[in-house]
């Protein structure tokens, strides 16, 4: 059994059911389906370009066209931000539809794209656009990611003090994805595609750093021990990339911070 007949079958529907609303102009997937990298688990990202005076119509309209596309649901919400929104059938499959104005529409705005429905190649003159991002390359410093993990750890010193053991455990969370940041700019990675996917972009290498940290608890044990083990990964990977790229690194603030946080 093909072990994307679903979504397959989903996407011909798509293209049949929105093709012929007078207002919808172009029928295209992104996500893995976009990029060609789906597999059983993958959800359906469909999405259009609409006239702008059928905008409203669109608003209006979107969740009964879902529902013709994948017949009966559990579940049709909008998506705060978007002009569509999620539908989910009685299987937990899923279709995302949303639409976008046609004086708005940018297809530069993606990476990876297969085309459903475009008369002419108005909307995307090269047919489908294949996925270029996500591939090592050269490594890059990440500012952001490297200011704002001595941050978290210099602010965890006073959530400790108080024996907020339920908030500092949320915020292991947040030193791990700012480690994966790291640990991706290493590889010159710059992610592409869905939340839901991250394996191929870390690498087998970089994807133990992250399974090798220690679990987290609510509790001052496990807590401490997670944020030592964070900075010990960080802290010396992001030293040795500053120096490779010959940024200055930010010594100063680097100090200060594991002293208050007690990691020093």
């Known amino acids: 059994m093909d072990p994307l007949a679903w979504q397959e079958r989903t996407a011909a529907r798509a293209a049949e059911v929105l093709a012929a609303e007078d207002g919808v102009l172009a029928v295209y997937l992104i996500g893995s389906m976009g990029a060609g990298e789906a597999d059983r688990h993958s959800d359906v990202d469909v999405h259009c370009v609409v006239a702008d005076e059928a905008e409203e119509w669109f608003r209006g309209a979107w969740k009964g066209l879902a529902e013709r596309i994948v017949g009966p649901v559990v579940l049709v919400d909008d998506v705060p931000g978007l002009l569509g929104g999620l539908a989910v059938t009685p299987q937990w499959q899923r279709l995302d539809l949303a639409a976008h104005r046609r004086s708005a529409f940018d297809r530069f705005t993606y990476d990876g794209v297969r085309v459903l429905h475009d008369p002419g190649g108005e909307f995307f003159p090269d047919g489908d656009q294949p996925r270029v991002g996500g591939q090592p390359g050269e490594a890059y410093w990440p500012e952001r990611a490297v200011r704002l993990f001595y941050y978290l750890l210099g602010t965890s010193a006073g959530v400790r003090g108080r024996e907020e053991w339920i908030v500092a455990s949320q915020g292991a969370g947040a030193l791990r994805d700012l480690l994966i940041e790291l640990l991706l700019a290493e590889r010159g990675v710059r992610r592409a595609g869905g939340v839901k996917r991250l394996n191929a972009f870390l690498g087998a290498e970089a994807r133990k750093v992250v399974e090798g940290l220690p679990s987290v608890a609510a509790s001052r044990e496990s807590v ?41």
């Open 224 to 264: 401490e021990r997670y944020f030592a083990a964070a900075e010990a990964e960080f802290t010396p990977r992001a030293r040795a990339l500053a120096e490779r790229l010959g940024v200055e690194w930010p010594a100063a603030y680097v100090d200060a911070t594991l002293a208050h946080a007690g990691l020093r």
